[in-house]
């Protein structure tokens, strides 16, 4: 197993820098994504440490190796494309025997490994099977098992089920975790999909406009945001504008005046009073009453509740999102789950509710 380190990338397309000193690392045995909307340079740094571009500046490691200069063949990575790239009038034994034979293999051990492969991906007897044969989830995983043939130190995923449709994507990212934990790889993922992401990654690494705006576990992106950025693009949010009124020093519990009312939340040691801020509230982490009874037992749990009218349902299925105007400038977005979403699906537009909320993320303006 192999430790990825990336110190200080830049890759530049003429006047435009898609990298801009990018630094990460993937630790031997770990699944790391790489996580960003589209154009924010991902597929490039996964093709740098592929060999398949090179960096202006910059270098990359395999373990205490330099590789920045080595051509893809001489890294030994296993690359796993978005766009499946069998080879059409191979079986799908020949496809999958391919880099072997290359490597002038003896034929009993590219029998070996070839079923040891069709083993892992549990597709054993596809052995004569044509790619036109098989469904997208089925032709993928002869792509991953393809790249993991060569026994190769990394294996990279750029966007490798972004083709297929929900429900295979769904089962699939579930087959490449377990597939990267049998088999111990040092494995570098690349999607723009946050739900993907979370689901089967070691650590993250959110890439924008060619810099990481953050890197941390699921867990700690999701519940420490650094950004607004990165608050919106790790799920959904509530950003509300205001001023802070007053901080405590000891507590950091931090007073923000919103205009129509007044948000208490856990703030940060930089801030100040008169600071501008957003506070950003996750539309699951909002509870809703519907009466001032209700509203009184929520005070016993929450820094805040908040009266206001419902504008607006959708119901999605496993949730009801409400949007809930508090007399701020925009709704307020509330996710109810549970049977509890049922109490409020016949609440008609106008319905007076009570919105309630202590968890919530504060930044600078």
């Known amino acids: 197993m192999v430790e990825v380190r990336v110190e200080g990338v830049v890759k530049r ?59 893809p063949w001489k890294r030994n990575v296993g690359f796993v494309f978005q766009n499946i790239a069998l080879f059409p009038h191979m079986t799908v034994y020949d496809n999958i025997a391919f880099g072997l034979k290359l490597r002038r293999l003896p034929k009993e051990e590219i029998d070996r490994r070839v079923k040891e492969m069709l083993k892992l991906v549990r597709l054993e007897g596809y052995e004569r099977r044509r790619p036109s ?29 972004g083709h297929l449709d929900a429900k295979l994507r769904d089962e699939l990212k579930f087959e490449i975790r377990r597939i990267q934990r049998e088999t111990g790889k040092t494995a570098i993922y690349v999607t723009h999909d946050q739900a993907e992401a979370f689901a089967i990654a070691d650590y993250i690494y959110i890439l924008h406009r060619g810099v990481i705006e953050q890197g941390g576990t699921p867990i700690e992106l999701y519940t420490n945001p650094r950004s607004p950025f990165i608050a919106d693009f790790i799920g959904s949010s509530n950003f509300i504008e205001g001023v802070v009124r007053e901080v405590d020093r000891q507590s950091y519990l931090v007073r923000v005046d919103v205009g129509p009312f007044e948000i208490r939340v856990r703030g940060r040691a930089d801030l100040s009073p008169k600071d501008s801020v957003v506070v950003s509230v996750r539309p699951e982490d909002i509870e809703v009453a519907r009466s001032p009874a209700e509203a009184e037992e929520l005070k016993a749990r929450h ?63």
Do not use: W
């Open 13 to 71: 397309y003429g006047a435009t820098e898609a990298l801009k000193g990018v630094s990460l690392r993937a630790r031997s045995g770990e699944l790391v994504c790489i996580l960003g909307p589209s154009g924010s340079g991902k597929s490039t740094l996964l093709r740098i440490v592929a060999g398949l571009l090179m960096p202006d500046e910059g270098r990359v490691f395999f373990d205490d190796e330099d590789v920045t200069h080595l051509p």
């Open 303 to 365: 820094f805040n509740v908040i009266e206001g009218s419902i504008q607006k349902k959708v119901f999605v299925g496993p949730y009801l999102r409400l949007e809930v105007d508090v007399g701020y400038r925009e709704p307020i977005k509330v996710d109810v789950y549970g049977e509890r979403r049922f109490r409020y699906i016949d609440l008609p537009t106008g319905s007076r509710v009570f919105i309630a909320f202590s968890r919530a993320a504060v930044f600078k303006r």
């Open 133 to 161: 044969q098989l469904s997208g989830g089925e032709a993928q995983r002869i792509a991953i098992a393809r790249a993991l043939v060569i026994d190769p130190k990394v294996l990279l995923f750029d966007e490798p089920l």
